[in-house]
């Protein structure tokens, strides 16, 4: 397929997104997901995804996520530019998905429709050291699999009830809701009492909501 931007630049891309994950994230307590939207919302994404030399290799990772930041309109306090970066998990996924960006060509949008950076960084331990193709393959497989539904959605449709309805009938938030549906949110990681009612208002055991994830090992 044809690329938006050369390779010679995709490994600066690639270290530069990786670095402002891993500033948003542990410098400026900001959740990924949240970064994410917040470069979509800015267009930065969009100009990153184009190649625009001035975000793929134009400016260090944190230059890239003040930028981000200060359109957003968050202010951040006694953040300073930081010059060596560790290989963390929120590091790695900044990296993969600028990896995965390129390779597929799929927009920063459409990629976060379909994968939430939370479930990317949980993929880490077994990912960060096997080859970029191997990822891609992985996160293309939890894309493909999040079109079959949530054992949370089929037992709520089996139910006629709509996910407004499951909120009110659950006391859960329906935000939290439609995250879980879309895999956004782990449910096997909810709290015990949520999972509790979610179970009393479809009429099912906790165990029936459980997802089970592929072995990607």
Same mark, same amino acid.
């Given at each position: 397929m044809i690329h938006a931007y050369d390779e010679q630049y995709l490994d600066d891309a690639m270290?530069?997104?990786?670095?402002?994950?891993?500033?948003?994230?542990?410098?400026?307590?900001?959740?990924?997901?949240?970064?994410?939207?917040?470069?979509?919302?800015?267009?930065?994404?969009g100009l990153f995804e184009r190649g625009v030399p001035k975000y793929v290799s134009g400016m260090s990772g944190t230059e890239l996520a003040m930028e981000v930041l200060r359109k957003s309109g968050m202010v951040v306090e006694n953040a300073?530019?930081?010059?060596e970066y560790s290989y963390s998990s929120a590091y790695w996924t900044g990296w993969i998905i600028a990896y995965f960006q390129w390779h597929t060509g799929r927009s920063f949008q459409n990629i976060h &429709?379909?994968?939430?950076? *939370?479930? %990317?960084?949980? /993929?880490?331990?077994?990912?960060? &050291?096997?080859?970029?193709? *191997?990822? %891609?393959?992985? /996160?293309n497989s939890i894309i493909r699999n999040k079109a079959l539904p949530t054992r949370l959605q089929a037992r709520r449709k089996s139910s006629a009830l709509t996910q407004r309805e499951l909120s009110e009938k659950s006391g859960l938030n329906?935000?939290?809701?439609?995250?879980?549906?879309?895999?956004?949110?782990d449910i096997n990681k909810a709290a015990g009492s949520s999972l509790r009612a979610l179970s009393l208002a479809l009429s099912c055991r906790i165990e029936d909501l459980l997802e089970y994830e592929e072995n990607l090992t």
């Open positions: 270290r530069n997104l990786g670095e402002a994950f891993d500033f948003a994230r542990n410098i400026c307590q900001v959740d990924l997901d949240d970064f994410l939207s917040m470069m979509i919302a800015t267009e930065i994404a300073t530019v930081q010059t &429709e379909g994968l939430s950076m *939370r479930e %990317v960084q949980r /993929l880490y331990p077994t990912l960060h &050291e096997v080859s970029e193709e *191997r990822a %891609v393959d992985a /996160l329906l935000r939290t809701i439609q995250q879980y549906e879309r895999r956004f949110k």
